[in-house]
């Protein structure tokens, strides 16, 4: 049950645009693994609030996966991507 986590640098909401809508757009490849899962976390900087936006849990390997997720925030952020 191990994990690594991979944390994106504070995306920061501007205050002199009403639009808070935000697209994340990724890809990832699952090498020689049984069984792995893989969330996608945000985490509110001024709140320290963390939200489980996505999550999947593989158990086949050697395949490039994209995924895209749709993000409504109203303070600054940062996007955690996790592996167990």
Do not use: M
């Not at 002199?16 to 945000?42: A, G, K, M, W």
Request: with cysteine; aromatic share 16%; net charge negative.
């Amino acid at each position: 049950n191990d994990s690594s986590q991979l944390e994106s640098p504070i995306y920061q909401i501007s205050n002199e645009s009403n639009d808070t809508r935000r697209c994340l757009e990724f890809y990832f490849f699952i090498q020689d693994t049984d069984s792995i899962i893989l969330n996608v976390h945000l985490l509110r900087t001024k709140s320290e609030l963390k939200n489980l936006l996505w999550s999947r849990n593989y158990d086949h390997s050697g395949f490039w996966w994209k995924a895209e997720l749709n993000i409504l925030q109203f303070e600054d952020y940062k996007i955690i991507f996790e592996a167990i």
